[in-house]
Nanobody
Framework: QVQLVESGGDLVQAGGSLSLSCTAS????????MAWYRQAPGRQRELVAA???????NYADSVKGRFTISRDNGKNTVYLQMNSLKPEDTAVYYC???????????????WGQGTLVTVSS
């Protein structure tokens, strides 16, 4: 079984920065694509940023130039550096990691429990 543990959510003023991390643990062979999603109250969950095993990345238009996703394969960890935060960035942030767990036929998606980011104006 694979678990994702997220950390880094906090209350920050507009214009500030936060760094989120998400670490996979448990019995698995490897990880593949990793991503961060967010869900604001009353809104659907949306993709914020993703990073493939090759290192290529893509971002939502709303965060381009402000957020940076990265990964450390040795630590099975994905990071999200968030700069120039805006009140509209307020949401619960979830990490999503494709893992190949022992006993599974291939990669399956695993979700973290979510970490709250609140940006005050």
């Amino acid at each position: 079984q694979v678990q994702l543990v997220e950390s880094g959510g906090d209350l920050v003023q507009a214009g500030g920065s936060l760094s989120l991390s998400c670490t996979a643990s448990g019995s698995f062979y490897s990880t593949n694509d990793m991503a961060w999603y967010r869900q604001a109250p009353g809104r659907q969950r949306e993709l914020v940023a993703a990073i493939r095993s090759t290192g290529s990345t893509n971002y939502a238009d709303s965060v381009k130039g402000r957020f940076t996703i990265s990964r450390d394969n040795g630590k099975n960890t994905v990071y999200l550096q968030m700069n120039s935060l805006k009140p509209e960035d307020t949401a619960v942030y979830y990490c999503n990691v494709e893992t190949w767990a022992h006993g599974d036929p291939g990669y399956l998606e695993v979700w973290g429990q979510g970490t709250l980011v609140t940006v005050s104006s």
